[in-house]
């Protein structure tokens, strides 16, 4: 005999799985759709993570990836040259108070020709070639230009703090990506080795359960509950090595070296394709059906 708190347990249970995974269904929907979006392409596979290629390997100490950043982060670099070029146009704008000297320099020729009375000489007139050069300084002392001069200065000091702060605001940044990619990707390497032991010890305890309800010593809300713990298990130590390679990505992103041959090293940690389609990850059932419809009265 069942007790009826047992069968209860059990719809219940039953009841929350068909609405997990209907909130699952439509996040996967979503996920390629939105994969569609960044990359203009539908994908109806996915490779999936190969397991048995898949290893781990700390970072560098911390430290030594915030120096590396420092001098390599493309937002910093960026930032610093800002705030160069805002430095440097706070020096032009106070040439303005400065003097300004100018070097003129011209020459000339000029060429007359005489054509005098020719019955008594019988001679030409005279050619006439005058050359003239002239070279100048002129200064000008700018007395006052209506406070043209002070007001730019001043916009580009202000331009100047604030590059200063855009610079300030990067650079923290940069350092938070870095120490919480590190810890995460440190967290990650932890979580998967207590998270594989988890399952170890999870199908075991599966396994005794489902033989002590074979016998009549466990209820079958004992299987459901050993059942779930282990596909959480399972589900925990995907989650942590997804993780473990995205915050990868992310510190070298933030060092300013993610390449082209870090993304094929990731492909080479891939396996078989699996369907993007929930139908073929997760065929429906009826009882699923009825449960979306609202009219579900299908019980275990």
């Known amino acids: 005999m069942v007790a009826i708190t047992d069968v209860q347990n059990a719809r219940a249970n039953y009841d929350t799985v068909l609405a997990n995974e209907v909130t699952a269904r439509n996040n996967l929907d979503n996920a390629v759709e939105s994969l569609r979006q960044i990359t203009g392409t539908f994908y109806p596979e996915l490779a999936s993570l190969d397991t048995n290629k898949f290893s781990t390997k700390r970072p560098d100490a911390v430290n ?8 390599r982060n493309l937002s910093l670099l960026s930032a610093r040259l800002s705030q160069d070029l805002a430095r440097e146009q706070i020096k032009s704008a106070q040439t303005g108070y400065m003097p300004t000297v100018d070097l003129n320099a011209s020459t000339g020729i000029t060429n007359s020709k005489y054509s005098g009375s020719r019955a008594n000489t019988g001679t030409s007139g005279n050619d006439s070639i005058n050359g003239q050069n002239q070279v100048g300084i ?31 605001s990067a650079h923290r940044s940069v350092v938070q990506t870095v120490r919480s990619s590190f810890n995460n990707v440190s967290a990650s390497i932890s979580s998967i080795s207590a998270y594989k032991q988890a399952v170890v010890s999870a199908q075991s305890s599966l396994d005794a359960t489902e033989a ?3 016998v009549g010593t466990r209820t079958i809300v004992d299987v459901l509950d050993a059942t779930t713990t282990l596909y959480n298990a399972k589900q ?8 473990y390679l995205i915050n990868q990505l992310n510190i070298k992103s933030a060092l300013g070296t993610l390449n082209e041959n870090d993304l094929m090293m990731l492909n080479g ?9 929930p139908d073929v990850v997760a065929p429906p059932t009826a009882a699923q059906d009825a449960y979306v419809d ?5 019980r275990p």
């Open 236 to 243: 925990q130590l995907s989650n942590a090595r997804y993780s």
């Open 269 to 277: 940690a891939l396996g078989k394709p699996i369907s993007t389609a």
């Open 212 to 214: 002590g309800y074979e």
């Open 64 to 71: 030594s990836l915030l120096k590396e950043a420092e001098s």
């Open 138 to 168: 002129s200064v000008s002392v700018p007395l006052y230009n209506g406070g043209v001069t002070n007001s730019r200065v001043e916009q580009a000091q202000y331009n100047f703090v604030g590059a200063s702060e855009q610079l300030e």
């Open 294 to 298: 609202g009219s579900s009265t299908t």
